[in-house]
């Protein structure tokens, strides 16, 4: 069954350092979503992509945060100068259609800000 | 603000019993309505997605989706240890879904 593939696995960081965030999406998906679970609390939407561009982006996602889909198969999740509130999950999902028809998650990366 | 609301648990429910799930959302506008089982330090997993009024089954599992109460139930039968987990209801509208906080459920051998 295709998945969507996270990388790292889990990152430890400095505060003030750039992460970057890496996702394989599902090869023949279109739409690609970043969300964030900080630990004991819900998962939260971060952003949304479609066509090269960002589609939807939640009051969480500041300037601290950009994406990118540098080729035609990563998508990736920057975060410019971490701060330690920035310590969740994060997980990427894909799908086909629109209306979370087909949504697959990411096992998600485990960011550690110390 | 778009609200899933979820009784946070634990359930606790023996082995073969029938567990339900509740969920409420606070948007009319939602469109689209699933569920998700999560185990701790995992992603989300669908179980299963409901569109429109009415049950839908799927082998051990029933969701119920009521959208003029707005609400969304999720019935495990047979419930068995393996089942233990959180339940996340999440609800869409257009391009993003809001999650609930989960329901975390224990299944007693």
């Known amino acids: 069954e295709p998945e969507v593939t996270q990388t790292p696995s889990h990152q430890v960081t400095q505060m003030g350092q750039e992460v970057i965030l890496r996702c394989v999406p599902i090869?023949?998906?279109?739409?690609f979503y970043w969300y964030r679970q900080i630990l004991g609390q819900k998962v939260e939407f971060l952003v949304s992509?479609?066509?090269?561009?960002?589609?939807?982006k939640s009051e969480i996602f500041d300037d601290q945060f950009s994406v990118e889909r540098p080729d035609g198969s990563n998508f990736t999740l920057k975060i410019r100068s971490t701060k330690l509130e920035d310590s969740a999950m994060y997980f990427c999902?894909?799908?086909?259609?629109?209306?979370?028809?087909?949504?697959?998650f990411g096992s998600g990366t485990r960011l550690t800000v110390v | 603000q778009k609200e899933v609301e979820q009784n946070s648990g634990p359930l606790s429910v023996p082995e073969g019993a029938i567990a339900s799930l509740n969920c409420t959302y606070s948007?009319?506008?939602?469109?689209?309505f699933f569920w998700y089982r999560q185990y701790s330090g995992k992603s989300p997993e669908l179980i299963m997605s409901?569109?429109?009024?009415g049950d839908k089954e799927d082998g051990r599992f029933t969701a119920q989706l009521n959208k003029a109460s707005q609400y969304v139930s999720l019935l495990i039968r047979d419930s068995q240890p393996s089942d233990s987990a959180t339940y996340l209801c999440?609800?869409?509208?257009?391009?993003?879904?809001?999650f609930g906080s989960g329901t975390k459920l224990n299944v007693k051998p």
């Open positions: 999902a894909s799908s086909d259609r629109a209306e979370g028809y087909g949504y697959t």
């Open positions: 090869s023949n998906h279109l739409y």
């Open positions: 992509f479609y066509n090269n561009e960002i589609s939807e």
């Open positions: 948007d009319r506008g939602s469109q689209s």
């Open positions: 409901i569109y429109s009024n």
């Open positions: 999440a609800v869409t509208n257009f391009n993003k879904f809001y």
